[in-house]
C-alpha cells in the first residue's frame, strides 16, 4: 500500500518573529489536519508603521499531510 500526500496552503502572523508565525500557524492546523509531514515557507511578508519598524511578521506556508 502506498500513500498519498496532500498539501494545503495556509497564512500565518505574529507580533513576535518569523518561527512565533510558523509555529501558530502549523498549530492551528493541526487542530483540523492529521499527520502534517512537513512545511515549507513560500513566502515571508512584513507589516511595518510609518516610521519603518516592522509590526507584524507574516508567512504563507504550504503544509503537506498524509491522506487516509
Known amino acids: 500500500m502506498s500513500a498519498i500526500a496532500k498539501t494545503v496552503e495556509i497564512n500565518a ?6 518561527e512565533d508565525a510558523v509555529q501558530s500557524g502549523l498549530h492551528k ?3 483540523t489536519i492529521d499527520k502534517i509531514q512537513g512545511a515549507w515557507v ?10 519603518g519598524d516592522v509590526t507584524e ?3 504563507c506556508l504550504r503544509v503537506t499531510f498524509i491522506v487516509d
Request: charged share 25%; aromatic share 4%.
Open 42 to 51: 513560500s513566502d515571508i511578508k512584513v507589516r511595518t508603521s510609518a516610521n
Open 57 to 59: 511578521w507574516r508567512v
Open 29 to 31: 492546523v493541526a487542530t
Open 13 to 18: 502572523a505574529s507580533g513576535k518573529n518569523i
